[in-house]
């Protein structure tokens, strides 16, 4: 294997020899998911996210950080790509909110040929990411370790929904055709920079972990599910129980010199958050 592949499979704790097959896609994504949290802290700190193969190593492999759909998808193409996987991204405009016209692509997924059979990959999409890998078909319900998804047509577009409390809520509509280096780097940009982006509001976290828990983070809010029912769900109190619960419970590193940060920087930034009269 090559360094950068052995370097990944330690990062999110795979102990075996990985081959082209739907055994080891599903695996690698699992615990993909459950290793590298989705966070979005450099845009918070503030800090520019640069999308280059070895930005991203260096961020969310070597310094143990997590990351967005741009990072954390373009990671997992590269370690699938590296496996020998035919595989690429795509982008897709997130509606899960139900905008009122259709948003800008800001989300990257990722397209994985097997067998001669199209399948859908996300590591990168939060609270409601995808843990598993589905076929790339109309109007079948899939199963993954922490929900139910399927995909719709939308012409000549796809669109995945998740199944929430009995009816099915869309997440993002997104097309098949060729995407690049810019379009990524278009695509970030307007995530982290655009005054109206929830990236720059809100400091969001979220880790699922393959027994079918999930952990989620926002602003000082933080719960713990399992199966979709609350198990355990807290305000923080101050900053300092925040970043002990990025460390403990998310598993994030914040000691790298370059991608790591103090309580007092994040002290600095949470000054801007309150959440039910709880203060930075």
């Known amino acids: 294997m090559t360094p950068f592949l052995t370097a990944y499979l330690a990062r999110i704790g795979w102990n075996h020899t990985?081959?082209?097959?739907l055994e080891t896609l599903r695996a690698l994504h699992l615990h993909h998911n459950g290793a590298i949290p989705f966070e979005n802290l450099d845009?918070?700190?503030?800090?520019?996210?640069?999308?280059?193969?070895?930005?991203?190593f260096?961020?969310?492999?070597?310094a143990?950080?997590?990351?967005?759909?741009?990072?954390?998808?373009?990671?997992?193409?590269?370690?699938?790509?590296?496996v020998g996987f035919e595989v690429r991204s795509l982008l897709g405009r997130v509606v899960i909110s139900n905008p009122?016209?259709?948003?800008?692509?800001?989300?990257?997924?990722?397209?994985?040929?097997?067998?001669?059979?199209?399948?859908?990959?996300?590591v990168g999409f939060g609270g409601q990411t995808l843990t598993a890998p589905i076929r790339l078909h109309a109007d079948i319900e899939q199963i993954t370790p922490h929900g139910v998804y399927r995909l719709q047509r939308a012409g000549d577009d796809w669109v995945l929904q998740f199944r929430h409390h009995e009816r099915w809520q869309s997440m993002y509509q997104f097309e098949m055709g060729q995407q690049y280096q810019a379009d990524f780097v278009m695509g970030n940009f307007h995530s982290a920079h655009w005054p109206a982006s929830h990236f720059r509001h809100h400091l969001l976290m979220c880790r699922h972990l393959p027994d079918g828990v999930k952990l989620t983070l926002t602003n000082f809010?933080?719960?713990?599910?399992r199966q979709g029912q609350?198990?355990?769900?807290?305000?923080?109190?101050?900053?300092?129980?925040?970043?002990?619960?990025?460390?403990?419970?998310?598993?994030?590193g914040v000691d790298d010199a370059q991608h790591g940060f103090s309580l007092q920087e994040l002290e600095t930034v949470m000054s801007r958050f309150e959440l039910h009269g709880v203060q930075a």
Request: net charge negative; aromatic share 8%; hydrophobic share 40%.
């Open 100 to 122: 009122p016209q259709m948003p800008p692509r800001t989300h990257r997924i990722l397209l994985v040929q097997l067998a001669g059979e199209p399948w859908i990959a996300d």
């Open 58 to 62: 260096q961020k969310l492999v070597v």
């Open 221 to 225: 809010h933080f719960t713990h599910w």
């Open 230 to 252: 609350v198990q355990e769900e807290r305000v923080l109190t101050n900053v300092a129980a925040l970043y002990e619960t990025l460390q403990t419970r998310f598993g994030l």
């Open 64 to 82: 143990r950080r997590g990351g967005y759909c741009f990072e954390q998808n373009g990671l997992f193409e590269r370690a699938l790509k590296e």
């Open 43 to 56: 845009v918070v700190l503030p800090r520019e996210i640069e999308l280059s193969d070895e930005a991203i």
């Open 18 to 21: 990985p081959d082209v097959s």
